[in-house]
């Protein structure tokens, strides 16, 4: 396959970016997005120029690492999948392809494809966590009975990787599904019961800190999320903050 | 950012309490237009009630109005602050990929909806204050059936109304389900809740529309 790249270069935070046009050859369609552009990479610096930076770690959809806004949409145009999952079948000889960063105020871009996602771990370190010694006396888990229900939910939403693509995909930047997710984590079970209302409070605070958008219920967040994080956990979140006011 | 009264989630519920608010109005009212098509009288009956009793009037006619314009406000300080959360926008986005034309672009619903008022306040509501407020003209328990019905008698009248009540349904459309998510109910799995609200989002403003084009050919 050929194809036509279009894609955001910007030096640093400081500077302003702008789309740059570059052709890639002999793309097979079973490599990742991510090995296309590895090997477009590999051609810009043997022109001894400046490589895309894109960040990636694990590349097999665990990490949450490889945040790219392709043709529109975060992770691209394939369901539930993260971009490294992404496979150049999805395209078509002669495609242009437009890639962005993620874009939020939130998620400030540092260079070219790479965006500053500490937001998530600010709002996950003002809640996301159970305060229990875990220095070799914890409970056996089995001794804990959990139904089923609430397990495999809290299962789901666990599956979250923090990768920000429902930030990026809602039209108002906005966080809810993953602290949503963070929170229905920890509220479903009874370990993460004991500090519910301070937890949903003190992350919906940061999530407002940090400067995410308010959200309108488009649903954009649930279709993007490569990992199917359900809408039922906003709603549980706007029921366990209403909960947690009026307790407070 | 902290306290009830800031947070997104406060914006949130304000939405979806106040939108529900007029969703209950909006069927009273659907409810009244709807006796004007079999009984002139009884509808006059109803509006002679409503435009004189002194609940009606002095209460629930004030909460009303402030309804509409703390659901307006409410709606375009949101629309305006999750504009700021993105002050660099994409080269290339593809909504339509995720998510609905009418779930994206409420306040473009919601401004042509606000119009629509407008036009319907300077219609009804302000000749009727004039009347009743101002002239301190007598009481006439039969006038309001005339009265409606001469409004109707313009095409382009009954075109801009019907226009508005298209997206008065697709306002509601995605509004009046959203607002249960708001409040913290998922309705994918609640299909009846779903079912409801997507009926009365076409039901009512369609119904709205027929009153309008049956009066409109009565009066030709
Ligand atoms: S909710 Fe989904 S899209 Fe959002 S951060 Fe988690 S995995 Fe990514
Ligand atoms: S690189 Fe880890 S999820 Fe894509």
Known sequence: MNLILKIWRQPNSKSKGKMVTYPVENVSPDMSFL???????????????????FDHDCREGICGMCSMFINGQAHGPDRLVTTCQLHMRKFRDGDTIIVEPFRANAFPVIKDLIVDRSSFDRIQQAGGFISINTSGNTQDANAIP????????????????????????????????????KVSQYSLLPQGKVEATDRVLNMVNQMDEEGFGNCTNTGACEVECPKGISLENIARLNREFLISKVKT | MNGLALSSLAKKYSMALSGLFLVFFLFQHFTINFISIFSKDMFNQVSHFMGNNLLVQFVLQPILIFGVIFHFVMGLILELDNRKSRSQNYYMTKGSANSSWISRNMIFSGIVILSFLALHFYDFWFPEMKYKYYHFSPLDPNRYYEEMIHKFVSPARVLMYSVSFIFLSLHLLHGFSSSFQSMGINIKYISFIKILTNAFAIIIPFGFILIAVFHFYNSH
């Open chain 1, 35 to 53: 090995e296309m552009i590895d090997m477009l990479n590999e051609k810009i610096i043997l022109k001894g120029e400046d490589p895309v930076a």
């Open chain 1, 146 to 181: 959990i139904e089923k229900d609430d397990a495999d939910k809290a299962f789901d939403a666990a599956t979250c990787i923090g990768c920000g693509a429902c930030v990026a995909s809602c039209k108002n930047a906005s966080a809810m599904l993953f602290v949503s997710a």
